[in-house]
């Protein structure tokens, strides 16, 4: 391996956190590492930052994966799932990864799980929550968020949301696939969640297969790009 990569044990979940308004001065050369379809992608968004930000999201992707298998960025070749999930191809190195972004913030789950779902969620406040509780969480859950005191209700809607989400990541299901518990889920695939509360103002869930893995947070550096 090149002096930059990195190891990933049977029970690692390496959790790499970046910015987008640090990665953005180098958004033309992070394109430049993107598929032709990932760059038509990226030109279909109707407002450019949009397409500048999926630029930024999947150029990380692939730098951070270029890491682990040994090769240029450019050269990673994607699937997708049913529902539109990115996948290595089946010709690449036997690694599970999932993103997910919300505001400034990015976070990339590597692991070799075969299962791997990540979510996050920065706090901002939403109007009427009680009414999307109801609509977008499961009826357990949405019956939790509605007993807790007013101001906790915010931080407990986007916990149960992100859980959810992460599930839903790691099964590769479509969003109306939640199941009417998730820790019953859980537990009957043998998979473990863990909550993310490592970012000020920000809360995520992790959910992977088996229950005998463990986390370790990594900052991408702004000098951290792949080679190539």
């Given at each position: 391996?090149?002096p930059?990569?990195y190891?990933?044990?049977?029970?690692?979940?390496?959790?790499?956190?970046?910015h987008v308004?640090?990665?953005a001065?180098?958004?033309?050369q992070?394109?430049?590492?993107l598929?032709?379809?990932e760059?038509?992608?990226?030109?279909r968004?109707?407002?450019?930052?949009?397409?500048?930000?999926?630029?930024?999201?999947?150029?990380?992707?692939r730098?951070?994966?270029?890491?682990?298998?040994?090769?240029d960025?450019?050269?990673?070749r994607?699937t997708?799932?049913?529902?539109?999930k990115?996948?290595l191809?089946?010709?690449?190195?036997?690694?599970?990864f999932?993103?997910?972004?919300?505001?400034?913030?990015?976070?990339?789950?590597v692991s070799?799980?075969a299962?791997?779902?990540?979510?996050?969620?920065f706090?901002r406040?939403?109007?009427?929550l009680?009414?999307?509780?109801?609509?977008f969480?499961?009826?357990q859950?949405?019956d939790s968020?509605?007993a807790?005191?007013?101001?906790?209700?915010l931080a407990?809607?986007y916990t149960?949301w992100?859980?959810?989400?992460?599930?839903?990541?790691?099964?590769?299901a479509?969003l109306?696939?939640?199941?009417?518990?998730?820790d019953?889920?859980?537990d009957?695939?043998?998979?473990?969640?863990?909550?993310?509360?490592a970012?000020?103002?920000?809360?995520g869930a992790?959910?992977?297969?088996?229950?005998?893995?463990?986390v370790?947070?990594?900052?991408?550096?702004?000098n951290g790009?792949?080679?190539g």
């Amino acid at each position: 391996m090149n002096p930059g990569a990195y190891s990933l044990g049977p029970e690692d979940v390496h959790l790499w956190r970046a910015h987008v308004h640090e990665l953005a001065p180098s958004a033309a050369q992070i394109r430049s590492t993107l598929s032709p379809d990932e760059r038509d992608r990226a030109d279909r968004y109707r407002l450019s930052k949009d397409g500048e930000a999926f630029v930024i999201r999947r150029g990380l992707l692939r730098a951070i994966l270029s890491r682990y298998l040994d090769r240029d960025a450019g050269a990673i070749r994607f699937t997708y799932g049913p529902f539109g999930k990115p996948l290595l191809d089946p010709d690449e190195d036997a690694l599970s990864f999932s993103l997910a972004h919300s505001q400034d913030l990015i976070v990339c789950a590597v692991s070799r799980r075969a299962a791997l779902g990540i979510d996050i969620e920065f706090l901002r406040p939403l109007p009427d929550l009680d009414g999307l509780a109801a609509r977008f969480l499961v009826r357990q859950d949405a019956d939790s968020v509605r007993a807790l005191p007013m101001p906790r209700r915010l931080a407990a809607f986007y916990t149960r949301w992100t859980r959810q989400e992460a599930y839903l990541k790691a099964t590769g299901a479509g969003l109306t696939a939640a199941p009417a518990a998730i820790d019953a889920a859980l537990d009957a695939a043998g998979w473990k969640l863990e909550t993310l509360l490592a970012v000020p103002d920000y809360v995520g869930a992790l959910v992977a297969e088996g229950v005998d893995w463990g986390v370790s947070w990594l900052d991408w550096p702004l000098n951290g790009s792949a080679r190539g």
